[in-house]
């Protein structure tokens, strides 16, 4: 058998309201890339990316969970706070925290209720 290798993966995030959220991950720091469709690219630095779909289902939204690895959460949790997301979106946010794991981190829900986790390792 031949080694096998992958270059990335893109999860698909659901958008109840599909202009809203793209203007939700621009202003939380993601480029938004290609549009085709009813699907955007949005990628943050090289290694990081997610394909933004028009697309909701509330079961799907409410039970979906993102863990994004990055070098300084409490630095992210700021720019969330100063930029003012959660009252300009409705998301919530909380503080960050030293978890039992191994790491800080913080929780954003996205205006479609995604979980984003947003931590790096202690």
């Known amino acids: 058998m031949s080694q096998l290798s992958s270059q990335q993966l893109k999860v698909f995030v659901p958008a109840r309201d599909y202009a809203l959220s793209q203007r939700f991950y621009r202003a939380l720091g993601f480029v938004q890339e290609d549009e085709v469709g009813n ?17 909701y289902v509330r079961e799907l939204a409410e039970n979906l969970m993102l ?37 800080r981190d913080f929780t954003l829900h996205d205006p479609s209720g995604v979980l ?5 390792p202690l």
């Open 39 to 55: 699907v955007t690219c949005f990628r943050h630095g090289a290694h990081c990316a997610f394909l933004l779909q028009d697309f």
């Open 67 to 103: 863990h994004l690895w990055v070098d300084d959460a409490d630095g992210w949790w700021q720019h969330v706070h100063d930029t003012g997301l959660n009252a300009q979106f409705g998301v919530t946010c909380s503080a960050p925290e030293d978890r039992p794991w191994g790491a």
């Open 116 to 120: 984003w986790r947003i931590g790096h």
